[in-house]
Nanobody, 116 residues
Framework: QVQLVESGGGLVQPGGSLRLSCATS????????MQWYRQAPGKERELVAG????????LYADFVKGRFTISRDDAKSTVYLQMNRLEPADTAAYYC?????????WGQGIQVTVSS
């Protein structure tokens, strides 16, 4: 049974930091590229960051470059998203995603709220 479970979300003040984790099981984690998406109320889901398999090449949306860092630990089958200098515009539900075309798995999402 495939599982992707996000954790680490919550309420944070502007300028603060959070670290999201996505613990996975039920598939060969090291063979899948991992991504973080987010969806704010009334908006479409958008890609935040991604990390490849061997070598771990990364990509980031322009709106998080220099603030967010994606990383993975294949031994723990877990992907992380370190979020620094958070802004109210970062408020959204964040989703973990595993992809190995044509297969794609999603987590259930976790809320991040940036507010004073």
């Amino acid at each position: 049974q495939v599982q992707l479970v996000e954790s680490g979300g919550g309420l944070v003040q502007p300028g603060g930091s959070l670290r999201l984790s996505c613990a996975t099981s039920g598939f060969t984690f090291s063979s899948y590229a991992m991504q973080w998406y987010r969806q704010a109320p009334g908006k479409e889901r958008e890609l935040v960051a991604g990390i490849g398999t061997i070598g771990g090449s990364t990509l980031y949306a322009d709106f998080v470059k220099g603030r967010f860092t994606i990383s993975r630990d294949d031994a723990k089958s877990t992907v992380y998203l370190q979020m620094n200098r958070l802004e109210p515009a970062d408020t959204a539900a964040y989703y973990c995603n595993a992809v190995r075309t044509p297969v794609r798995y999603w987590g259930q999402g976790i809320q991040v709220t940036v507010s004073s």
